[in-house]
T-cell receptor, first 114, second 113 residues
Framework: DTEVTQTPKHLVMGMTNKKSLKCEQH?????MYWYKQKAKKPPELMFV???????INESVPSRFSPECPNSSLLNLHLHALQPEDSALYLC?????????????FGQGTRLTVV | AQSVTQPDIHITVSEGASLELRCNYS??????LFWYVQSPGQGLQLLLKYFSGDTLVQGIKGFEAEFKRSQSSFNLRKPSVHWSDAAEYFCAVGRAAGNKLTFGGGTRVLVKP
């Protein structure tokens, strides 16, 4: 199983809503990532979890709150978002050890903030 | 800091013709290099990777890439493109510690019949 599964595939939310994006992998990977991708742009790293601990936060606004409940799951909690936060949110996983940084990506959640 | 440049924003190629996508990187140590492909509205699929060893690497879908340290390049090639190769292609560099990828700006490939 080399899949990273993201739910939902599409999400429309208002600026006062609270929602969560979910990501799951069963490859035994111990590093998981959230990337944000605006239209016609490359993915930009938001957060990295290594062994279920937050290791990198790329100065992301606090309205985005990541959570890693266990080694297979990664959530991104959303609250009070702005229309400019509309984007494709990609989850990825990999082994965190030296020598193999191959990351597997999910299909993404297309988020629209209205 | 690591960085990746893909000089070509768009490339149009005829079906059956060869394709080469350019990638230049900047990194202080031995880089870990990747090519990903993304169809519209989809996630990223890994085409191939280079960690060490043979500088010509083979990937999926008939793609190959060559690592040239002297030119800081990792160009992607395919001898004969198919209409299904129309997509966005991203080159990326990763740290040896394995927990951060930096992507180039991407190259959009259009395939003419």
């Amino acid at each position: 199983d080399t899949e990273v599964t993201q739910t939902p595939k599409h999400l429309v939310m208002g600026m006062t809503n609270k929602k969560s994006l979910k990501c799951e992998q069963h490859m035994g990977h111990r590093a998981m990532y959230w990337y944000k991708q605006k239209a016609k742009k490359p993915p930009e790293l938001m957060f990295v979890y290594s062994y279920e601990k937050l290791s990198i936060n790329e100065s992301v606004p606090s309205r985005f709150s990541p959570e890693c409940p266990n080694s297979s799951l990664l959530n991104l909690h959303l609250h009070a978002l702005q229309p400019e936060d509309s984007a494709l949110y990609l989850c990825a996983s990999s082994q965190p050890t030296t020598g193999n940084t191959e990351a597997f990506f999910g299909q993404g959640t297309r988020l629209t903030v209205v | 800091a690591q960085s990746v440049t893909q000089p070509d924003i768009h490339i149009t190629v005829s079906e059956g013709a060869s394709l080469e996508l350019r990638c230049n990187y900047s990194y202080g140590a031995t880089p870990y290099l990747f090519w990903y492909v993304q169809s519209p509205g989809q996630g990223l699929q890994l085409l191939l990777k280079y960690f060490s060893g043979d500088t010509l690497v083979q990937g999926i879908k008939g793609f190959e890439a060559e690592f040239k340290r002297s030119q800081s390049s990792f160009n992607l090639r395919k001898p004969s493109v198919h209409w299904s190769d129309a997509a966005e292609y991203f080159c990326a560099v990763g740290r040896a510690a394995g927990n951060k990828l930096t992507f180039g700006g991407g190259t959009r490939v259009l395939v003419k019949p």
